[in-house]
């Protein structure tokens, strides 16, 4: 790590829902900055740990995770790895040795069991405020990928942040997460986090050709419901993604020109302009 002393933004993206984005998003918007030349972190607080397996590759298991430091038996600046791009996959770039490496806290499906003990310490919520405190200084943005409910490890990411994302589909029962998302961080903000901010809403795997009643109804009704102003640039359905992911590269790496990437460039940058 340098030395440097830096403003550092944690974020949180965050859904009521799976399969809306969170990984991909958090992965794709990271990858983003990195090569903007920011400092970046991303942490992994998913049980399902697929945003570790996005970045080491499949059947890579880590002796320690997120688990054991909110846990209390590891630093989190003993577990920090940093993402290095599989070989073999399309668009292949030598990699720039002046940009910062990305650089993420893996998970494991073990996080499950670590779940009980964790909430039972004395003010559990902030212990991964606490955790992220001795690193913050040296990143510029630090993004937590939580699980799709609203229980534990999303709590303590949303006590952790300075502000959160909610990636959506506009598909049915899209409106219930995102208002369950946005009244679950009210209440972090009331008692926990007066400092959190919404940041704002996108959608993911977004058709802007497919105009069926559902698709316009999820879309005009999350609209409306909590405001033009909180609405982001969207992202397009694109097969690049999930290949990515199979390849364990970022977009950024694999496809650099596709759509996603594309759509994830505008949203970064819109996120950019919103951040305090």
Do not use: W
Request: proline share 6%.
């Amino acid at each position: 790590m340098d030395n440097q002393q830096r403003t550092c933004r944690v974020v949180a993206v965050t859904n009521n829902k799976g399969g809306v984005g969170k990984t991909s998003s958090t992965v794709a918007i990271g990858s983003i900055l990195q090569t903007m030349g920011y400092r970046v972190l991303l942490v992994d607080l998913d049980p399902q740990a697929n945003m570790t397996t996005h970045l080491a590759g499949s059947g890579v298991e880590f002796e320690q995770h997120i688990g054991d430091v909110l846990a209390g038996s590891a630093s989190i600046q003993d577990l920090v790895m940093t993402y290095a791009p599989q070989s073999g996959a399309a668009d292949e770039q030598a990699p720039d040795e002046a940009t910062p490496g990305l650089d993420f806290v893996p998970s494991s499906y073990q996080l499950n069991l670590y779940e009980k003990g964790i909430t039972k310490k004395a003010q559990y919520a902030s212990l991964l405020r606490q955790a992220l405190r001795p690193i913050r200084p040296y990143y510029d943005f630090i993004l937590l990928d939580t699980p799709p409910t609203l229980q534990t490890y999303t709590l303590v990411s949303l006590v952790a942040a300075d502000a959160y994302v909610i990636p959506a589909e506009p598909e049915k029962f899209s409106y219930d997460g995102v208002k369950a998302v946005i009244e679950a961080a009210a209440d972090v903000k009331d008692m926990l986090n007066p400092s959190l901010e919404l940041l704002g809403i996108f959608f993911t795997r977004y058709n802007p050709k497919l105009r069926n009643s559902t698709h316009d109804l999820v879309v005009s009704t999350i609209t409306s419901s909590f405001g033009e102003e909180v609405m982001l640039p969207n992202v397009r359905k694109d097969a690049a993604m999930p290949k990515a992911q199979v390849a364990a590269r970022t977009i950024m790496d694999f496809a650099p020109q596709s759509n996603s990437a594309i759509d994830y460039h505008a949203l970064t940058a819109e996120l950019l302009t919103r951040l305090p």
